[in-house]
C-alpha cells in the first residue's frame, strides 16, 4: 500500500487486497485510536486478556475450536505463569467505525494479537556473531552456518522453542521470540502490525531488559514464484540459493511479501532464509530469521 502511494511499486506486482471499502479517514481514525495491552503473569486482568486473547484466536481460527474455552485458557494460564509466555492485544479505543461492507467496528474490540516468550534456546554470541558475520559473509553462508549449528549449538525450529520446557526467565537474561502476529483480515495493509510490532519490542527492551529479539519468518508470497513453485513440488524443498535470492529481491522491493515485510518495516535485521525449516504450504515450507537488536546496543 505504502510503496504504491510512493509511487515505487512496478506494476506487474500483486495490488495489496483490502480496504477498498474503508474510507482513509476511517482508516486514520483506527490507527489513531489504538492501544497495545500486554498481558503477563503480573497483570492485574490477566483471565481478561486470555479470554479476549483466546476468543480472537477462535475468531480467526487460529485454535481449534471444538476444544472447550475452559479447557484452552487453563493451557494458556500455565504457559503465560510457568513458561513466561506473553499475550499482546491490539484494541481499537474509539467510537463505532465502519471498515468496509455493512460492517463495523466496535469500541474495545481486539483487532490484532502477538504472543513471545523470553527464552535461553541461544546465548546473546550466537545473535552478535551472526550480525557480524552479515558484513563478510553471504546470506548463503549464514544459512548453512545457522543449519549447521546442529552439533555446537542446535538449531532449534519454531516448535522447540514455543514448547521449551523452561521457568520464567531473569529480565536482562536470554531473548524474546517473537512466535504469533496476526491482524484481523479486513484491516490488513492499515500499518496496524506496525503499531502492534514496536510496543512488543519496546517491552522486551525496557521491561526485560534483553539484548535481542528473534523471529522466524514466514515467506508467504513466495508460492506465487512458478520457478519455486516447481522446484518445491519437484524435489520437496526450496534450494537455500532460491530462497535467498527471493529474500533479497523483496528486501531491495524488487518484490513483495507481507511476511518479510512486516519484520523488515519494524526494524529487523533479515539474517537468512532458513528452506524446509517449518510445515507452511503457504511459504512452500520456508521461513527465515530476523533479529532486533536493542536500540541501547547500537
Ligand atoms: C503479516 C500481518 C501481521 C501484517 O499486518 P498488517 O497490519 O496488515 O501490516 P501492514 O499494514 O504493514 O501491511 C503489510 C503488507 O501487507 C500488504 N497488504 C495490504 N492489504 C493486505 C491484505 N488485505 N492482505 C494481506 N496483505 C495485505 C501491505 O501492502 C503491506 O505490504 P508491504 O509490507 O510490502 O508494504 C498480517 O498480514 C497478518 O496477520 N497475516 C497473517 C498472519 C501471518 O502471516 N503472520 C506472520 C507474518 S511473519
Redesign the pocket.
Known amino acids: 500500500?505504502?510503496?504504491q502511494e510512493r509511487g515505487k511499486t512496478p506494476d506487474s506486482l500483486p495490488k495489496?487486497?483490502?480496504?477498498n471499502d474503508m474510507e482513509k479517514a476511517d482508516m486514520e481514525r483506527i490507527r489513531a485510536n489504538c492501544r497495545v495491552e500486554i498481558a503477563d503473569s503480573n497483570h492485574p486482568r490477566l483471565s481478561d486478556e486470555v479470554e479476549e486473547y483466546l476468543r480472537y484466536l477462535r475468531i480467526h481460527r487460529l485454535i481449534s475450536l471444538p476444544q472447550d474455552m475452559q479447557s484452552q485458557s487453563n493451557t494458556m494460564f500455565r504457559r503465560i505463569i510457568e513458561k513466561g509466555l506473553r499475550v499482546a492485544l491490539l484494541k481499537y479505543k474509539g467510537p463505532e467505525v465502519p471498515v468496509g461492507g455493512n460492517a463495523t467496528l466496535p469500541p474495545e474490540a481486539v483487532i490484532?494479537v502477538n504472543s513471545s516468550k523470553q527464552t535461553d534456546a541461544y546465548p546473546h554470541e550466537w545473535f552478535d556473531n551472526l550480525l557480524k558475520a552479515r558484513q563478510n559473509h553471504t546470506m548463503d553462508d549464514l544459512t548453512t552456518a545457522v543449519e549447521s549449528a546442529r552439533g555446537r549449538l542446535k538449531f532449534q525450529p519454531f516448535r522447540e522453542i514455543t514448547d521449551r520446557d523452561e521457568p520464567v526467565i531473569a529480565a536482562g537474561k536470554g531473548a524474546g521470540f517473537l512466535s504469533?502476529?496476526?491482524?484481523s483480515?479486513r484491516?490488513?495493509?492499515?500499518?496496524?502490525?506496525?503499531i502492534l510490532l514496536p510496543e512488543v519490542l519496546k517491552y522486551y527492551w525496557q521491561a526485560r531488559d534483553v539484548p535481542y529479539v528473534f523471529?522466524y519468518?514466514?515467506t508467504?508470497a513466495i508460492s506465487r514464484e512458478q520457478e519455486m513453485k516447481a522446484e518445491f513440488e519437484e524435489s520437496g524443498v526450496v534450494s537455500t540459493q532460491n530462497l535467498n535470492r527471493y529474500i533479497t529481491q523483496v528486501l531491495g522491493g524488487v518484490k513483495?511479501?507481507?511476511?518479510v515485510?512486516?519484520?523488515q518495516?519494524a526494524g529487523a535485521e533479515i539474517i537468512c532464509g532458513l528452506p524446509d525449516s517449518v510445515l507452511d504450504r503457504e511459504s512452500l515450507n520456508c521461513g527465515y530469521l530476523a533479529i532486533y537488536k536493542n536500540p541501547r546496543l547500537q
Not at 484491516?187 to 506496525?194: E, P
Not at 513483495?256 to 511476511?259: E, Q, S
Open positions: 500500500m505504502q510503496r495489496p487486497r483490502g480496504l490484532g504469533l502476529i496476526h491482524v483480515p484491516l490488513r495493509g492499515c500499518g496496524l502490525s506496525q523471529v519468518g514466514r508467504p513483495r511479501d507481507f511476511g515485510g512486516v519484520n518495516k
